[in-house]
């Protein structure tokens, strides 16, 4: 039984404020790597979900949107450029230290172009289910300007 449903069944009728530590490494469809935190599973959200997200030097996402679910984007350390449009012709690039805000149905990769630096950053959705808005968009992935020698790094190379 989750924390959630043990929680709503210890005393229903209660709202609980619950301290999550990220759990293990998992990799999402978009092939980022994820340290589980809130969701609608873990905790019970509603209406949004927070995740810690690793990028290995020279890794990157698969092209995608998140239907009706706005995100923002912390980044802890490292730097990611990422691409985002209908044909993934604009880009902006978040340090450490900085914010991104990706509107609800907007195509975008994140790209760590790095050789040697991670990126970590903390990554809110306002979706609590986290994975059932994204529509991965490979039609977008072969496009040249987004850096086709970057490859998405599979999950066991990615732990050290």
């Given at each position: 039984?989750?924390?959630?449903?043990?929680?709503?069944?210890?005393?229903?009728?209660?709202?609980?404020?619950?301290?999550?530590?990220?759990?293990?490494?998992?990799?999402?469809?978009?092939?980022?790597?994820?340290?589980?935190?809130?969701?609608?599973?873990?905790?019970?959200?509603?209406?949004?979900?927070?995740?810690?997200?690793?990028?290995?030097?020279?890794?990157?996402?698969?092209?995608?949107?998140?239907?009706?679910?706005?995100?923002?984007?912390?980044?802890?350390?490292?730097?990611?450029?990422?691409?985002?449009?209908?044909?993934?012709?604009?880009?902006?690039?978040?340090?450490?230290?900085?914010?991104?805000?990706?509107?609800?149905?907007?195509?975008?990769?994140?790209?760590?172009?790095?050789?040697?630096?991670?990126?970590?950053?903390?990554?809110?959705?306002?979706?609590?289910?986290?994975?059932?808005?994204?529509?991965?968009?490979?039609?977008?992935?072969?496009?040249?300007h987004t850096n086709p020698?970057?490859?998405?790094?599979?999950?066991?190379?990615?732990?050290?």
């Amino acid at each position: 039984m989750s924390i959630t449903a043990q929680l709503q069944a210890a005393v229903p009728s209660e709202e609980h404020c619950i301290a999550v530590k990220p759990g293990a490494l998992s990799q999402s469809k978009q092939g980022h790597h994820v340290y589980e935190g809130i969701s609608a599973q873990s905790t019970g959200a509603r209406a949004l979900c927070m995740h810690v997200i690793a990028i290995p030097p020279g890794g990157r996402a698969r092209a995608h949107l998140h239907e009706a679910h706005e995100s923002a984007v912390y980044v802890v350390e490292g730097e990611v450029i990422c691409w985002y449009g209908d044909q993934l012709q604009h880009r902006f690039t978040t340090r450490a230290g900085e914010m991104a805000y990706i509107p609800a149905g907007v195509p975008h990769l994140p790209i760590n172009a790095s050789d040697d630096e991670p990126v970590t950053c903390i990554v809110a959705r306002t979706d609590p289910d986290e994975q059932e808005s994204v529509v991965l968009l490979p039609e977008l992935e072969a496009l040249a300007h987004t850096n086709p020698t970057a490859e998405v790094i599979e999950l066991a190379s990615a732990r050290r």
